[in-house]
């Protein structure tokens, strides 16, 4: 069990104790400790009861409770107040919009015990009406249950790669051959569903264990089971294949039906090319329809028939193409690991540059750094790069685009850094016009060197804010500052439909992992993997270059 796991059980308890007007000194104790145990080194779940005690801010009841988390999973107090919460109730907490307190005035004043009933009453207009909520909340709920709806019985894709692996395992140990297909293999950044094929000839359908799968009967047929996996609520799905169409049913599986619909010179679909046609690989079926081998992440049905007529898949950007890494924290800020550990892991990665750019000083809530702190970061870095051979750690900041689309900071700090990543982290609400300006104030700023996360979306929890993107990749280009593709499975932002516009005006795209730990490092893979479905190349991205190049692009020169 990790640290954020167990916080995450601890933080629902405390909700739940001010749901309940149990102990409001207990939940606060409960929710504040929150930011603490997230940002611990050591995993909680080795530490003993005496060792967690002398953590700053554990006392003998938080650390009795953590134990318990540690060994039975949950919290005896957890589940007490889970049983006297009405299941809509707890439902309601993943709303937008609404904290604990309004959510128990709705509940114990109002009735209102689901999310039906809590969409019925913003639809007639109601929850404007009520005291401390007004048109602004009803509008916001509104959009947040709207989203929730559409995002059910999804996963991310760090996710649903996890539980395709463990699926996949489970049918290799029945059937010789079997591969991972559809959504997972097309690395979409949001899944609904688990594909498998099963090469298998003759009679006979796909029987999995009955203990692990349960199966949609109605949904199933002689030769695609259907249904879920264990307590998983996403849809599994498992395909029989003869030798045969082997090759088809894979063309089929992994590609958009936009894919298959794609038209060659000749006005023949891709799905008629390969229909009825027997083929030894998916290379020979491209061939004949005309083109190069498209890569499974790339069939989306956009332009990637003319890509690959003109680029070659080789020169696609990998995670073996990276040469380092510029947007990632620390403990100065909200990171869980030191400025040195972090570094050192990137240079055991092969790596030749580690950018630290930890929150700056209007993020309170992330320890944002004060300038004195700026300037003691400074000082380490200095002395670790003294100490490095065939490596550097670069200068860099998470500056807050404020309100107004300013910097962080007075430019006496921002001209120490080697780098400004400039991302929102509050006021979320501004229309498209405001949000779109607020950005571009922050583009223009001549210390800016890079966009970060640029639409605040959380994928399956949060949308992103209105914007025109165009004017944004557009002020990008006339100002030489680069394009983030947040590689966090939770953002991957900016989406990867926009990279074509970016490379088309000459901007750079930079992944960056935005790690808060070491293993953090590692969620450049997502970022890599949604890079190659918009048909990045190496060449074309910031962090595959060596540090000189990327010093030259911060110089705008």
Not at 1 to 26: F, V, Y
Not at 28 to 42: A, N, V
Not at 145 to 163: C, D, I, P, S
Not at 369 to 391: C, G, T
Request: aromatic share 8%.
């Amino acid at each position: 069990m990790s640290n954020s796991e167990i916080a995450e059980i601890i933080e629902l308890t405390g909700k739940l104790l001010d749901l309940h007007d149990r102990d409001e000194m207990r939940a606060k104790t409960y929710l504040g400790l929150i930011f603490t145990l997230e940002r611990i080194e050591e995993n909680l779940f080795e530490l003993s009861h005496e060792a967690l005690q002398k953590i700053r801010g554990i006392g003998k009841l938080m650390a009795t409770n953590i134990r318990e988390i540690v060994d039975t999973g949950t919290l005896k107090e957890l589940q007490e107040l889970l049983e006297m919460t009405p299941e809509g109730v707890f439902e309601m907490f993943k709303v937008k919009g609404i904290g604990v307190k309004k959510i128990k005035f709705l509940w114990k004043e109002i009735g209102i015990d689901n999310l039906n009933d809590l969409k019925i009453a913003c639809e007639n207009g109601k929850i404007a009406q009520l005291k401390g909520f007004g048109e602004k909340t009803q509008t916001a709920i509104l959009e947040s249950l709207q989203f929730l709806q559409e995002q059910e019985g999804k996963l991310r894709m760090n996710k649903a790669e996890e539980l395709s692996e463990i699926i996949l395992s489970t049918l290799k140990s029945i059937y010789p051959e079997v591969e991972a297909a559809g959504q997972v293999v097309r690395k979409c950044q949001e899944v609904d569903t688990l594909s498998f094929l099963v090469k298998k000839d003759g009679f006979g359908g796909i029987k999995p264990p009955t203990d692990l799968f349960i199966q949609d009967l109605q949904a199933s047929s002689p030769n695609v089971w259907r249904g879920y996996f264990g307590e998983f609520k996403i849809n599994v799905e498992i395909e029989k294949a003869g030798t045969k169409d082997w090759i088809f049913k894979k063309l089929i599986k992994n590609s958009s039906e936009n894919h298959l619909k794609l038209i060659n010179p000749n006005g023949d679909s891709l799905l008629k090319i390969i229909s009825g046609n027997f083929f030894q690989s998916e290379e020979e079926a491209y061939q004949a329809f005309g083109c190069n081998f498209i890569i499974p992440e790339m069939r989306e049905g956009l332009n990637e028939f003319e890509w690959s007529n003109l680029n070659r898949v080789e020169d696609l950007i990998t995670w073996e193409k990276l040469r380092g890494t510029i947007h990632n924290h620390s403990k100065y800020s909200d990171g869980n690991h030191s400025l040195q550990q972090m570094a050192d892991f990137c240079k055991s990665l092969g790596f030749e540059y580690f950018g630290i750019a930890d929150h700056s000083q209007t993020a309170q809530y992330a320890s944002g750094l004060r300038p004195e702190i700026v300037l003691k970061q400074h000082s380490e870095i200095d002395q670790l790069n003294a100490q490095y051979q065939n490596f550097t750690i670069l200068k860099g900041i998470e500056s807050d685009i404020l309100p107004n689309g300013e910097l962080d900071y007075e430019s006496e700090i921002l001209k120490t850094f080697d780098y400004i990543v400039a991302s929102v982290h509050s006021v979320l609400n501004m229309d498209k016009e405001k949000a779109t300006q607020r950005l571009i104030k922050a583009i223009e700023n001549p210390y800016t060197s890079v966009l970060g996360h640029l639409s605040g979306r959380l994928l399956l929890s949060r949308k992103g804010y209105p914007l025109d993107y165009p004017k944004i990749i557009d002020a990008c280009a006339a100002n030489k500052v680069v394009m983030e593709l947040n590689a966090s499975p939770y953002r991957l932002d900016i989406d990867w439909r926009w990279i074509d516009r970016c490379l088309e005006k000459g901007v750079w795209i930079s992944i960056n992992p935005d790690a808060h730990e070491m293993k953090g490092i590692y969620d450049m893979k997502y970022g890599v993997s949604v890079a190659r479905k918009a048909g990045l190349l190496a060449q074309n991205t910031l962090n595959a270059q060596p540090l000189e190049k990327v010093k030259q692009v911060f110089s705008k020169q």
